[in-house]
């Protein structure tokens, strides 16, 4: 059953520059295992000397955090996407710099001055919108 | 001439040449810029920076810019402000505040993103991103239009517009995600590595990161070249209370800072989302990650990077990491409003009242140098005092109403 593994930088010079790499496996240490065997090198810079994924290493099936699934006992269904991502600024539970909730009267009264730019940028303002999926 | 000289991983101490790397390539571990302090030592005078311009680039040897010229939006070189009231109140004679919010986005923000973008443009990306809903969005957003490089701005799906047009007037292109700020943030570390883009706070981090440090150097400078006895700083990430000390380390290293004690680095959370101030209590070494709870969004980081560093920080130094209910949080913006005249966001809120609970605990001296870095500004985030406020008394146009109702008596006909 293969799946598609999404290589990170830092570790494609062990995949000969590749961005992604089939192999198989029905678990996510099984396909860490199978990585390893076609490029040595992967494993130890992804799990530490007792077999658990590293602190600065995120892994992701599906876009799902391992660590909201079953860990490296995860299933990998056939066609599934795993992502390695260096774990930067934050992480799981992390909402990230400024963001308040959904907003519920904090929106400016009719005849503020934001009411009006915000007019302006109107229904063709420039924002995009897209799915977190990187296919 | 360039006195940065390479990235050490501070995990394992694989180095690397000074380059567009993010992370170590054996371990994931993240970068640290180090600087030749010895020839530093010999070059860098506290008079020569004194003749320079009032912002952070008055400190650019200790920057890892080398020779790019920077975008300069004039960041840095705020005000450190005596706070007598505040410190009347609290018991404290030398109280000073650094208030960040009087930098060009109102954020210290500034700081990070002004290296991050100079570099940008050293390393020839093609453009500027990031993750961000608030002060890095603002601060990305302008620096990138002083720059003329385009900036993609990523957002998780629902933010209010105001929030979304105080970024989009700057022209970048705003991304919005359907999705969580994480799903937002994993999307911008799998981008970085296929775009030549500048994603400030992800592949260029070890550059960003040191913008912070130019909060400890402009204290000292400010305070005639003598560190404070404690900083209160809050922790996010905790990149920003690491690099502070970075700073005053560097201070020392180089010979603007005598010997002297160590500066003492407190560190200020939200108890809603307060990890690194739960593994301080326990005494341990791992930070738990944390499901954040809490009105101040800006500090909402429940699994910061450098939580670990930021701990070993604080207790290195004889710090504490202390926390502030969200209700005192709004308290504590009141207080630093009315009593110094300085309307801070919430994030400047969780500071102020961590100050606050350490002074009423005994934890300063009165004589003691504090200084509380207040990071941003009220507007930011006016929400927060939203419905605590007093009113408007409201009267018709009359003196009558006015004495009546405002000055509380009958008129005197």
Same mark, same amino acid.
């Given at each position: 059953?293969?799946?598609? #593994?999404?290589?990170?930088?830092?570790? *494609?010079?062990?995949?000969?520059?590749?961005?992604?790499?089939?192999?198989? +496996? !029905?678990?996510?240490?099984? #396909?860490?295992?199978?990585?390893? *065997?076609?490029?040595?090198?992967?494993?130890?810079?992804?799990?530490?000397?007792?077999?658990?994924?590293?602190?600065?290493?995120?892994?992701?099936?599906?876009?799902?955090?391992?660590?909201?699934? !079953? +860990?490296?006992?995860?299933?990998?269904?056939?066609?599934?996407?795993?992502?390695?991502?260096?774990?930067?600024? +934050?992480?799981?539970?992390?909402?990230?710099?400024?963001?308040?909730?959904?907003?519920?009267?904090?929106?400016?009264?009719?005849?503020? !001055? !934001?009411?009006?730019?915000?007019?302006?940028?109107?229904?063709?303002?420039?924002?995009?919108?897209?799915?977190?999926?990187?296919? | 001439?360039?006195?940065?000289?390479?990235?050490?991983?501070?995990?394992?101490?694989? &180095?690397?040449? /000074?380059?567009?790397?993010?992370? =170590?390539?054996?371990?994931?571990?993240?970068?640290?810029?180090?600087?030749?302090?010895?020839?530093?030592? @010999?070059?860098?005078?506290?008079?020569?920076?004194?003749?320079?311009?009032?912002?952070?680039?008055?400190?650019?040897?200790?920057?890892? $810019?080398?020779?790019?010229?920077?975008?300069?939006?004039?960041?840095?070189?705020?005000?450190?402000?005596?706070?007598?009231?505040?410190?009347?109140?609290?018991?404290?004679?030398?109280?000073?505040?650094?208030?960040?919010?009087?930098?060009?986005?109102?954020?210290?923000?500034?700081?990070? $993103?002004?290296?991050?973008?100079?570099?940008?443009?050293?390393?020839?990306?093609?453009?500027?991103?990031?993750?961000?809903?608030?002060?890095?969005?603002?601060?990305?957003?302008?620096?990138?239009?002083?720059?003329?490089?385009?900036?993609?701005?990523?957002?998780?799906?629902?933010?209010?517009?105001?929030?979304?047009?105080?970024?989009?007037?700057?022209?970048?292109?705003?991304? &919005?995600?359907?999705?969580?700020?994480?799903?937002?943030?994993?999307? =911008?570390?799998?981008?970085?590595?296929?775009?030549?883009?500048?994603?400030?706070?992800?592949?260029?981090?070890?550059?960003?990161?040191?913008?912070?440090?130019?909060?400890?150097?402009?204290?000292?400078? @400010?305070?005639?070249?003598?560190?404070?006895?404690?900083?209160?700083?809050?922790?996010?990430?905790?990149?920003?209370?690491?690099?502070?000390?970075?700073?005053?380390?560097?201070?020392?290293?180089?010979?603007?800072?005598?010997?002297?004690?160590?500066?003492?680095?407190?560190? %200020?959370?939200?108890?809603?989302?307060?990890?690194?101030?739960?593994?301080?209590?326990?005494?341990?070494?791992?930070?738990?990650?944390?499901?954040?709870?809490?009105?101040?969004?800006?500090?909402?980081?429940?699994?910061?990077?450098?939580?670990?560093?930021?701990?070993?920080?604080?207790?290195?130094?004889?710090?504490?990491?202390?926390?502030?209910?969200?209700?005192?949080?709004?308290?504590?913006?009141?207080?630093?409003?009315?009593?110094?005249?300085?309307?801070? &966001?919430?994030?400047?809120?969780?500071?102020?009242?961590?100050?606050?609970? /350490? %002074?009423?605990?005994?934890?300063?001296?009165?004589?003691?140098?504090?200084?509380?870095?207040?990071?941003?500004?009220? /507007?930011?985030?006016? &929400?927060?005092?939203?419905?605590?406020?007093?009113?408007?008394?409201?009267?018709?146009?009359?003196?009558?109403?006015?004495?009546?109702?405002?000055?509380?008596?009958? %008129?005197?006909?």
């Amino acid at each position: 059953m293969p799946v598609k #593994v999404r290589i990170p930088m830092p570790l *494609r010079r062990l995949t000969g520059g590749n961005k992604i790499v089939e192999v198989d +496996g !029905a678990t996510l240490r099984d #396909v860490i295992e199978n990585l390893e *065997r076609k490029h040595p090198g992967v494993r130890e810079r992804v799990l530490d000397s007792d077999g658990q994924v590293l602190r600065f290493v995120n892994i992701f099936v599906n876009e799902q955090d391992i660590r909201t699934l !079953a +860990g490296l006992q995860t299933p990998v269904p056939e066609g599934a996407e795993v992502s390695i991502i260096p774990a930067l600024a +934050g992480g799981i539970f992390s909402e990230g710099e400024g963001a308040f909730p959904p907003p519920s009267d904090t929106s400016p009264s009719p005849d503020s !001055a !934001a009411s009006i730019m915000l007019g302006m940028l109107g229904p063709g303002s420039p924002v995009l919108r897209m799915n977190a999926g990187h296919e | 001439m360039a006195f940065a000289q390479k990235l050490v991983c501070r995990e394992c101490g694989t &180095e690397y040449p /000074l380059g567009p790397h993010y992370v =170590c390539e054996e371990c994931f571990g993240p970068l640290e810029v180090h600087y030749d302090y010895d020839k530093l030592r @010999q070059t860098l005078g506290a008079s020569e920076i004194a003749r320079r311009p009032s912002t952070l680039w008055r400190y650019r040897e200790l920057l890892p $810019v080398g020779d790019a010229p920077p975008v300069d939006m004039g960041a840095g070189f705020t005000p450190l402000v005596r706070a007598e009231n505040l410190g009347r109140r609290l018991g404290l004679r030398n109280l000073y505040l650094k208030n960040d919010a009087a930098n060009p986005t109102h954020s210290f923000k500034d700081r990070a $993103v002004s290296v991050a973008v100079t570099m940008a443009r050293q390393f020839d990306f093609e453009a500027a991103a990031c993750p961000s809903t608030g002060n890095l969005a603002n601060s990305l957003a302008a620096h990138a239009a002083k720059a003329s490089i385009p900036a993609y701005i990523f957002i998780p799906r629902g933010l209010e517009r105001a929030k979304i047009l105080s970024t989009a007037v700057y022209g970048p292109t705003v991304v &919005e995600v359907d999705g969580t700020y994480d799903d937002v943030n994993r999307l =911008c570390t799998e981008l970085a590595d296929e775009f030549r883009w500048a994603f400030v706070n992800v592949n260029l981090r070890p550059y960003y990161s040191e913008g912070a440090k130019t909060l400890a150097f402009e204290v000292v400078e @400010q305070l005639g070249w003598r560190a404070p006895d404690h900083v209160i700083v809050p922790i996010a990430s905790g990149n920003l209370l690491v690099k502070i000390d970075k700073g005053l380390d560097e201070l020392r290293r180089v010979g603007l800072l005598d010997g002297g004690p160590v500066t003492r680095v407190h560190g %200020a959370q939200p108890a809603g989302c307060a990890p690194v101030a739960d593994a301080f209590r326990r005494g341990a070494d791992d930070v738990k990650p944390v499901r954040p709870d809490t009105i101040v969004k800006s500090l909402a980081i429940g699994n910061p990077a450098d939580g670990i560093y930021a701990l070993q920080t604080v207790r290195s130094t004889g710090g504490v990491v202390e926390t502030v209910t969200d209700e005192e949080v709004v308290e504590s913006i009141r207080l630093l409003a009315e009593t110094e005249g300085l309307f801070t &966001e919430t994030a400047g809120g969780v500071t102020t009242g961590v100050l606050r609970r /350490l %002074a009423e605990a005994g934890a300063f001296r009165p004589d003691e140098t504090v200084v509380a870095y207040i990071t941003g500004m009220g /507007l930011k985030t006016p &929400e927060a005092v939203d419905g605590v406020l007093k009113a408007p008394v409201r009267i018709p146009a009359t003196v009558r109403a006015f004495e009546e109702k405002v000055l509380g008596r009958v %008129a005197v006909s």
